[in-house]
């Protein structure tokens, strides 16, 4: 059974970066496609990423995410990043990764804050 753990968020100001990570703890990882979501507060969780087992990579359309964050993986390490850049405050948020297409047990996700 494969287990994601979330972690790299923190307090960031506007226009700053963060890189977030998604460690597997299961086997087979290299052959899992992995995406990235995020929820803030009242929202409904909003799907951002997905990276194949190649590395093939497909975004959200979202206007407000398109071209400032960037995911990818190394299996060598067993995990996904998502790297972002000129962070909002918008995108203060909890971010989680999860197997794509069919979700494991989310787990409980780093938060990220983007405050100046």
């Known amino acids: 059974q494969v287990q994601l753990v979330e972690s790299g968020g923190g307090l960031v100001q506007p226009g700053g970066s963060l890189k977030l990570s998604c460690a597997s703890s299961g086997s087979t990882f290299s052959a899992r496609s992995i995406a990235w979501y995020r929820q803030a507060p009242g929202k409904q969780r909003q799907w951002l990423a997905t990276?194949?087992?190649?590395?093939?990579?497909?975004?959200t359309d979202s206007d407000s995410v398109k071209g400032r964050f960037t995911i990818s993986r190394d299996n060598t390490k067993d995990t996904v990043y998502l790297q972002m850049n000129s962070l909002k405050p918008e995108d203060t948020a909890v971010y989680y990764c999860?197997?794509?297409?069919?979700?494991?047990?989310w787990g409980q996700g780093t938060q990220v804050t983007v405050s100046a």
């Open positions: 990276i194949n087992p190649v590395g093939s990579t497909t975004y």
């Open positions: 999860n197997q794509a297409y069919t979700p494991l047990a």
